[in-house]
């Protein structure tokens, strides 16, 4: 869980389901050789406001998560994401000049909520040009690749995540309706049987990290500021609006209001945001957390109570299955 770091800073300590401490030197001696997430030509992290500091908040884990990461190229089970993985994947972006902010979109983890919000108090979605760039080909959605890096350097760049089983089921409800001829005929089983340890058949498959990981068109990875949970969505949403710039009383009272919460609740778990009860197969939920070990280590969720001690707690995990 976060803890103070030295200088006030915010370092993601172990939990019970961390990895063992010869996994902790490896990712040191790897960050020596691969440098920080946040390099000097980059605008560091701010220390992480009162949602960031508070438990249960993904920031202060978020900042050695690309770090965590890559030392996961080791894994020959992964090695194919390597470029990916190294340079941070394209992703969906809300970019506002006037209120200079990024919104980096992770689907099943309140997106559809945000971009509502955003787009009804400032007009701003994600087939909007901004000073950074332009999508590809008018109507289709900027992407994160669209974007040059210089000019969001001082924008503030936020996501949210989601507890990653809680995200693939309400994943899988997304897909059913999507695509009924790909998915209505399979089961939580088979389906994650075909996941990778970021990708799937469908967007709203994919990890948190698959979408959170992301950079610009020239290549650079593109560094959070914050990274807020669905679990406490209303806490850490609230720090989001203060970050934004030239906001009027109007535009907040719309961003902070309520409605559209109460109506997207069911998709998002009730409050918690944690997983539905449901009659899952333990074995498929222990292959999830093998499968997805990353989403959950990077971003300090604990495990289901399904997946044993060879699965995260207090071990490192077996390779994807």
Known sequence: HPRPGVGGG?????????????????????SALIGPVFTEDEDPPPTPGPGGTEPGSATACYVDCVARERAELADAPLRSWAPFVQEGWPTFVVVSDKHRFVFVNNPKAAS???RYKLRKAFRADWFAPSAAGRAKRPGRR???????????RGYFRFAFVRSPLAKLQSGIDQARYNHPEAFNGSSFES????LTAHGGADEHLE???????SRTRDGHTLPLHFVGRTEHFRRDWRYVVSRMANVTARQRKVL????AEANRAADHGG??????RADLAEEAVRRFCRTRRVDYSCLCYELPRACDQTSGSGSRPDGPA
Do not use: F, Y
């Open 10 to 30: 915010q370092k993601c300590t172990p939990c019970s389901n961390g990895a063992p401490r010869a996994m902790m030197r490896s990712l040191l001696i790897l």
């Open 112 to 114: 559809t909520l945000i």
């Open 142 to 152: 900027v992407e994160s690749t669209d974007l040059a890096w210089e000019p969001l």
């Open 191 to 194: 389906i994650v049987r075909r």
């Open 207 to 213: 990890s948190n990290l698959r979408h959170v990981v």
């Open 256 to 259: 902070l209001s309520d409605e």
């Open 271 to 276: 409050r918690s945001g944690r997983e539905r």
